[in-house]
């Protein structure tokens, strides 16, 4: 892992690079207050919380006003060597072994953090409450 390396690559991402659907833009909005344990470990790898690689949407749609997000993929320079699978909480952290190609030009892997139980931000998107 070159955590300075993944520092940089998430430095250059801003919120317009990612996913404008509002199933991510929701997970953006709330997945840092909601997980804010699993952000200090992420940020501990370089990681931005709230600037996912890909996220896998919600397989039923919001329940009680909450969604559950499967599972958020993150990039991560370098090797996996040091990499260690871990769990935080309910969450799972590992690497994954299926995700989109990554524009990323450099040795680099993605991990696959989940499952997420999010709000969901009736008053930003429209859910079709």
């Known amino acids: 892992m070159d955590i300075e390396k993944t520092k940089a690559y998430y430095s250059g991402l801003k919120r317009e690079d990612i996913c404008e659907c509002i199933y991510c833009q929701n997970l953006i909005d709330e997945i840092k207050q909601s997980y804010p344990d ?8 370089g990681i931005n919380i709230e ?3 890909e996220v896998l949407l919600p397989i039923e749609d919001h329940i009680n006003g909450y969604m ?6 993150y ?6 060597d040091d ?3 871990t769990k935080i909480g309910d969450t799972k952290i590992g690497i994954s ?7 990323y030009e ?4 993605i991990i696959d953090a989940g499952e997420f139980h999010i709000k969901c931000r009736y008053d930003k998107y429209d859910f079709n409450e």
């Open 38 to 45: 699993v952000a200090e470990y992420l940020l501990s790898l």
């Open 51 to 53: 600037r996912p690689f």
């Open 68 to 73: 559950d997000y499967p599972s958020v993929q």
């Open 75 to 80: 990039l991560i320079a370098g090797n996996s």
């Open 83 to 85: 990499f260690k699978e």
């Open 97 to 103: 072994d299926c995700h989109p190609t990554a524009a």
């Open 106 to 109: 450099g040795e680099h892997f």
